[in-house]
Every structure is written in C-alpha cells, then in structure tokens.
C-alpha cells in the first residue's frame, strides 16, 4: 500500500474499545481519524446533538490535554464549534455520555 506523505496512520490501543463504549451508551459514531489535518478522531451523535471526540492512550493520572500533537491543538482553538473532548478510558466515555445528559436526569 502506497504511503501518503505527512499522514500518521497510527491508532490508538484503546480507539476500539472507545468508539464500542460509545456505541453501548447508544451514541452514534462516525470514525474521522483519517480525515487527518488535527481533526477530532470521533464524531458522536447523542440526542440530537454531535460531539468532536479525541481517542488518546490511557496514561498515568498526570497525562493532560497537552499531549495532544500541534495540528490537533491548532483545530480544536480555530474551531467555531465546540472543541473536541479529549477520552483515554471507557471509564472517560461514561463520564462524558453522562455529563451530556439533560440536567435533573443523570
């Protein structure tokens, strides 16, 4: 297979697991991590409503956004939506599902 240039086809350990999490929680997902250029590598429908989602490897409890490669911070800041959240965990994709719950339901 021919090798296009500048793209990292690398892929998480834990990508699998999250985009299935997601989909137990009833989520759409729409897998972008080829779109490449910093973009999100989810797209997450839930209620209506779509969510940017960045897959990161599960690290220890220092690991924080800043991790994320130039490209994928320079996307999320020009943005005009709502910037990607940021998941390594199943235990992050519950989280996340819950906090997008409408309030007096969770």
């Known amino acids: 297979m021919k090798r296009v240039r500048g793209f990292n086809r690398r892929?998480?350990?834990?990508?699998?697991?999250i985009k299935a999490a997601f989909q137990d929680f009833g989520c759409s997902v729409t897998d972008l991590r080829l779109v490449g250029k910093?973009?999100?590598?989810?797209l997450i429908g839930?209620?209506?409503i779509d969510h940017q989602v960045e897959v990161k490897k599960p690290r220890g409890p220092k690991a924080k956004?800043?991790?994320?490669?130039?490209?994928?911070?320079?996307?999320a800041?020009?943005?005009?939506?709502q910037p990607p959240?940021?998941?390594?965990?199943v235990e992050d994709v519950e989280q996340l599902v819950n906090s997008w719950?409408?309030?007096g339901t969770r």
Do not use: S
């Not at 910093?38 to 989810?42: F, P, S, V, Y």
């Not at 800041?77 to 939506?81: E, I, R, S, V, Y």
């Open 11 to 17: 892929t998480d350990v834990n990508h699998v697991a």
């Open 38 to 42: 910093g973009c999100a590598d989810l």
């Open 46 to 48: 839930y209620r209506g």
């Open 65 to 75: 956004a800043e991790d994320r490669k130039p490209t994928q911070v320079t996307y």
């Open 77 to 81: 800041a020009t943005w005009k939506g």
């Open 85 to 89: 959240a940021l998941v390594r965990t």
């Open 101 to 103: 719950q409408p309030k």
